[in-house]
C-alpha cells in the first residue's frame, strides 16, 4: 500500500462552486498533515497546515484531519479562477531528536476553476 | 518575503555528463534538502543536509549523487553520470531548525532534462 494516496483528478469545476480535495495514507506516525498549491512549473508553495487531528480554517479555505480514517481534506468555497493549480497534500511524522523533518507528498490534484 | 533561488531554471545535458545544481537557501536557516518530481508523479526526498553534513537520505540518493554546502550561502546537487531517469524538476528547499514541518520553503526548481 502507498503511504500516501491522493486522486490526480484532472477536477474541473464552475466559479464558485465549492471544491473537496483528499488523501489518505497509511502511516500512523504522520502528525503533520499540509496542503501546498503548485503552479505550472514551479515550486510548491505552502497553502494549510495541521497538527494532529482536527479542522483550521483560513479565509475560503478549510484543513480536515481525521487521523482515526488516515484521511485528510482541503475544502476550498466559492473556486475562483486564480485557484486553478495543482494541490499537494503532504505529511510528516515527529522526527526523532531534532527538527529533520522530512515530507511525503500525495500525487497532486489539478484543479482547473472556470470563469 | 525571502525566498529560496535555484540556477538554471532549465538545463539540457547528454547521458553521461555531469550536472551541478544550486541553490541559495534563506539567509538564517540551517536545514537544506533537495526534492525531485518527475514529470506526472509525486514530489520524493531525496536527501537532507544540516551541520554540514546529511542527515538523511532516500534510496534515490544513490553514488551518483552528491550534496555540498560550499561556501556558506550555496547549496549544491551534483549528479556525476546523468541517466535519461535522472529527467526531472529539483527543488531545492531550507528550514529554521526547530520549526515545523509546515515551514519548509521551496524553491522555484531546476527543470533538468537528460538526453
Known amino acids: 500500500q502507498k503511504e500516501v494516496e491522493q486522486d490526480p483528478g484532472p477536477l474541473s469545476v464552475p466559479e464558485g462552486a465549492i471544491v473537496s480535495l483528499n488523501c489518505t495514507y497509511s502511516n500512523s506516525a504522520f502528525q503533520y498533515f499540509m496542503w501546498y498549491r503548485q503552479y505550472s512549473r514551479k515550486g510548491p508553495e505552502l497553502l494549510m497546515y495541521?497538527?494532529?487531528?482536527g479542522n483550521k480554517e483560513d479565509g475560503r479555505f478549510t484543513a480536515q484531519v481525521d487521523k482515526s480514517s488516515k484521511y485528510i481534506s482541503l475544502f476550498i468555497r466559492d473556486s475562483q479562477p486564480s485557484d486553478s493549480a495543482t494541490y499537494l497534500c503532504?505529511?510528516?511524522?515527529?522526527?526523532?531528536?531534532?527538527?529533520?523533518?522530512?515530507?511525503?507528498f500525495g500525487k497532486g490534484t489539478l484543479l482547473t476553476v472556470n470563469p | 518575503e525571502p525566498e529560496v533561488t535555484q540556477t538554471p531554471s532549465h538545463q539540457v545535458t547528454q547521458m553521461g555528463q555531469e550536472v551541478i545544481l544550486r541553490c541559495v537557501p534563506i539567509?538564517?536557516?540551517?536545514?537544506f534538502y533537495w526534492y525531485r518530481q518527475i514529470l506526472g508523479q509525486k514530489v520524493e526526498f531525496l536527501v537532507s543536509f544540516y551541520n554540514n553534513e546529511i542527515s538523511e537520505k532516500s534510496e534515490i540518493f544513490d553514488d551518483q549523487f552528491s550534496v555540498e554546502r560550499p561556501d556558506g550561502s550555496n547549496f549544491t546537487l551534483k549528479i556525476r553520470s546523468t541517466k535519461l531517469e535522472d529527467s526531472a524538476m529539483y527543488f531545492c528547499?531550507?528550514?529554521?531548525?526547530?520549526?515545523?514541518?509546515?515551514?519548509?520553503?521551496f524553491g522555484a526548481g531546476s527543470r533538468l532534462t537528460v538526453l
Open positions: 503532504a505529511m510528516s511524522d515527529v522526527p526523532s531528536g531534532g527538527s529533520n523533518y522530512k515530507l511525503t
Open positions: 539567509s538564517n536557516h540551517l536545514y
Open positions: 528547499a531550507s528550514k529554521l531548525p526547530g520549526a515545523g514541518a509546515n515551514v519548509l520553503t
Open positions: 495541521t497538527y494532529s487531528s
